[in-house]
């Protein structure tokens, strides 16, 4: 009996031997792919290929990356190799290349990165997610919804949101300093709760509201779930196949709950708004099913949920790096100063919809902002088709990653030198044109690039000209600088918080 066990277990033991010496084998092959073809890379270490740091949460993805760009980019490359686990990633350093795969060569790089289950999880197949034939049709459908005259339409509710925004700060300023990236946030979740759900969120008035607080549990994931992102992105046959979803189950229940109420609601009394959800809704065929040119309900509440979600995380970002920038810089923000009240003088002290794309300081600013805190500081796609890259002897199977490095351009010496000097006057509209298109990328490019731009930069700028006309900023004693970026998110996001000192103007 003890000879059987003992054999069995010594059985075992070869196996799983086995097993790991075939694992082992097949990464090492397959992390041979960038020597193999003479392309410079960092080493690999299995499983994570060049992700360990950031699995373990020492650096986050972007910072890694901008950091592999700057490095190999000084070694005048034009491309370089990378793994994500075991995944081969190429990175491209050169802007004509950039440019070539984001634009003229798309038809071979239409994906992101992503994971959909469709089946356990409706909201997870929004258009930033899905791929090939479906990303297209729906692009197609939803381009229409941010053209400046819907945008116009909803230009009176931000800024109905932003007159809340004055007051909870006036309220709020007295008591110590403000986290400014909280501040934000409670902005644009009532920005964008109402323009893409058309619910009054109230976070601004109460920070604790199940809105903001859905909101935030989206964008902080446990270690598990981080998990099973990453066995997601990288299995996700195997993943659907468990039925697992992207995001926290209680948040998108709660979300597929707001949207349903919504759209029961509109239809019986007939209610109609100048909101997203509207435009959306609009596009539903009448039964709610598929008939090839409108949207099911599924597709329109993923859509607004999508419009949620990449809204207002990536407009708070901005918003609060440029506070925090703002504060640093005291001259900048008198001159933006003079420029909102020369702005609204001229309009009889009110904020029109015109006005703001008028305020070139303000853009200078904005874009200046974004160039030092892209909130996504990594693009990615995924080949589509084999891709031979120009003047080489790469070819980018099917199937393999392209990673862009946002934060990596915008932060290069040969395009922006000095790059850590927050200078808004990089982007007059001369110093503009002397760059490569390309080295300004934070909303993406090509046939991919963020459908909520103009939204996006017209929430921050709205939000940004009511508090810099009512406060000024200063930085708090209690932020430490430079500010250190959390390892954990995808997402740029300070680790401590940004706390300012905020003083009321007397107009
Ligand atoms: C400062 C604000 C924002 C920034 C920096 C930003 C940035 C980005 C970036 C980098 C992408 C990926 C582009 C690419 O792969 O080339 C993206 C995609 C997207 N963004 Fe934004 N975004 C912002 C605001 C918004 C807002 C307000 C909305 C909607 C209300 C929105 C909706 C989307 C959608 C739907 C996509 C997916 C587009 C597609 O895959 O076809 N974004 N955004």
Not at 47 to 68: A, E, H, Q, R, V
Not at 249 to 268: G, L, M, N, P, Q
Not at 402 to 410: A, L, P, R, Y
């Amino acid at each position: 009996m003890m000879f059987f066990a003992e054999s069995v277990l010594l059985n075992v033991f070869s196996i799983c031997v086995a097993i790991v010496v075939l694992v082992i084998f097949s990464f090492k092959k397959r992390y041979s792919h960038w020597k193999n073809l003479g392309v410079e890379y960092e080493e690999p270490t299995i499983p994570f290929g060049n992700t360990k740091d950031n699995f373990l949460w020492k650096i986050s993805i972007g910072d890694y990356y901008t950091n592999f760009y700057l490095k190999m980019k000084a070694r005048k490359l034009k491309h370089a190799g990378s793994y994500f686990f075991h995944k081969v990633v190429y990175i491209p350093l050169d802007l004509d290349l950039i440019k070539q795969i984001m634009q003229a060569d798309f038809l071979h790089f239409t994906d992101h990165l992503s994971f959909v289950n469709e089946k356990d999880d409706p909201l997870g197949a929004h258009i930033f997610a899905l791929k090939g034939q479906r990303w297209r049709n729906l692009r197609v459908k939803l381009t229409p919804t941010f053209t400046s005259g819907k945008m116009k339409l909803m230009f009176p509710i931000i800024v109905k949101i932003s007159d809340e925004l004055v007051k909870t700060l006036k309220e709020e300023c007295g008591n110590g300093p403000i986290e400014a990236k909280d501040l934000s946030g409670r902005f644009t979740t009532d920005v964008i709760g109402n323009c893409a759900f058309g619910i009054e969120c109230n976070s601004l008035k109460d920070p604790y509201t199940k809105f903001r607080i859905m909101g935030k549990r989206l964008l902080s994931l446990t270690r598990t779930e981080q998990l099973i992102n990453f066995l997601e992105i990288l299995f996700p046959k195997m993943m659907i196949y468990f039925g697992t979803s992207f995001l926290p189950k209680e948040a998108t229940d709660f979300f597929w709950r707001v949207i349903k109420d919504t759209s029961e609601y509109r239809e019986k009394s007939g209610v109609r708004r100048n909101d997203a959800m509207q435009l959306l809704l609009d596009m539903m065929s009448k039964n709610g099913k598929e008939d090839g040119n409108t949207l099911t309900f599924e597709e329109v509440a993923a859509q607004a949920f999508v419009f949620f979600i990449a809204g207002f995380e990536t407009s708070s970002t901005l918003m609060s790096f440029a506070l925090l920038e703002l504060s640093l810089n005291q001259d900048v923000q008198d001159r933006l100063r003079e420029e909102v009240k020369e702005a609204l003088e001229r309009n009889k002290g009110e904020l029109t919809y015109e006005a703001i794309w008028e305020m070139n300081y303000l853009s200078n600013v904005i874009n200046e902002t974004l160039r030092k805190y892209p909130p996504l500081s990594i693009l990615t796609r995924e080949c589509t088709k084999d891709y031979t890259v120009p003047y080489s002897n790469v070819v980018i199977r099917k199937g393999e990653l392209v990673f862009i490095s946002v934060k990596g351009i915008q932060y290069d010496p040969d395009n922006y030198p000095d790059p850590q000097k927050f200078d808004p006057l990089r982007f007059t509209e001369e110093n503009k044109s002397k760059r490569h298109p390309f080295s300004f990328i934070p909303f993406g490019e090509g046939p991919r690039i963020c459908l909520g731009m103009r939204f996006g930069l017209m929430q921050a700028k709205v939000g940004l000209i009511s508090l810099i006309g009512n406060f000024k900023f200063k930085v708090s004693p209690i932020t430490r600088i430079p500010v250190e970026l959390d390892p954990k998110s995808f997402l740029t996001s300070s680790l401590d918080g940004l706390f300012l000192d905020v003083e009321q103007i007397k107009n």
